[in-house]
């Protein structure tokens, strides 16, 4: 687990303690990094190659692929998208070359939506009772329920199986930030552990555009700032991207190599949740592995695996 300093000073970038994030801020570091990312040749433009003096396209030149005055992009740039509209942003992510993921999370800084607060007592993410019977019914396969800022909401035996005991943890600590960042026994599952950090910090950079007034996401965002320079780092390129499905390769300590295909779905009534499934090609080894430790008890498994 990498770690910095807390005396050495604040971390540039990341939120003062029970701050919420800068919207403009990340506006303009967004659409700069977007922009640096781009070469005049990917864009049909000509390339002067050392004559430039920063990677990546210039403002003029962005603004003459969307269609708008230098002096309009710039001022997008700096984080002024107030009175922006739906076409020209839809004309910037075009010249811009975003995906979906990255379109909507222009938008969302661009013109964010206002949210309204909830009554006192429903601040607390709820999984509908429907939902926890689901993941019982789901025998065998490891599944479980994340909100916002990745925290972890519910999950069944399998996936206590298989990513370790998460009920044994304090409910702040039931987040996939954490855990991964921050707990050497995740970094060790996870084969790609680089790749799944990378897919955490995504996530959160889209939570992020969509409620930048919610302080608890400030607060993990600037922990993790200062207790991994990984995370610090990840955090930088603002990239944003939503993986539905894939696959993962996990070394469990009981049974050894699992790779286990992951699918994602958003409840249309809960859109801010979301029910990941991982399953193994049928026949595999993999497949043999998650039914031997369906045939192991909770205790079994948690005695086996404890520290």
Request: with cysteine; net charge positive; glycine share 6%.
């Amino acid at each position: 687990m990498d770690a910095i300093d807390p005396a050495a000073g604040p971390v540039p970038g990341r939120p003062a303690s029970g701050a919420a994030l800068d919207r403009r801020a990340e506006l303009s570091e967004f659409l700069r990094t977007r922009r640096a990312r781009l070469k005049p040749g990917d864009v049909g433009l000509p390339d002067f190659g050392r004559h430039r003096r920063v990677p990546g396209l210039r403002r003029e030149e962005l603004a003459q692929l969307a269609g708008v005055s230098v002096a309009y992009y710039t001022r997008l740039e700096q984080g002024n998208g107030r009175n922006v509209s739906a076409e020209v942003l839809d004309a910037i992510a075009r010249a811009l070359r975003l995906s979906d993921a990255e379109h909507a999370h222009l938008t969302h800084l661009a013109k964010p939506k206002q949210h309204k607060k909830k009554p006192a007592g429903r601040g607390t993410q709820q999984v509908r009772p429907a939902l926890r019977q689901l993941l019982d019914v789901l025998d065998g396969v490891p599944a479980y329920i994340i909100g916002r800022r990745a925290d972890i909401l519910a999950w069944n035996w399998m996936a206590a199986a298989v990513f370790g005991d998460w009920g044994a943890l304090p409910e702040r600590e039931r987040n996939w930030a954490r855990l991964v960042f921050l707990r050497p026994d995740y970094q060790d599952l996870f084969v790609d552990w680089e790749q799944k950090a990378i897919d955490i910090v995504c996530q959160l950079r889209m939570d992020a555009g969509c409620y930048p007034d919610d302080q608890k996401l400030s607060a993990l965002v600037g922990e993790l700032s200062v207790k991994s320079e990984s995370f610090r780092r990840l955090w930088a390129t603002h990239d944003v991207k939503e993986k539905t499905h894939g696959v993962k390769h996990l070394h469990h300590p009981l049974v050894g190599q699992l790779d286990l295909h992951f699918e994602s779905f958003r409840p249309a009534a809960d859109p801010e949740q979301a029910l990941i499934t991982y399953h193994a090609a049928p026949d595999s080894t993999s497949a043999e592995s998650l039914r031997l430790l369906a045939s192991w008890g909770t205790d079994a498994i948690r005695a086996a695996t404890a520290v």
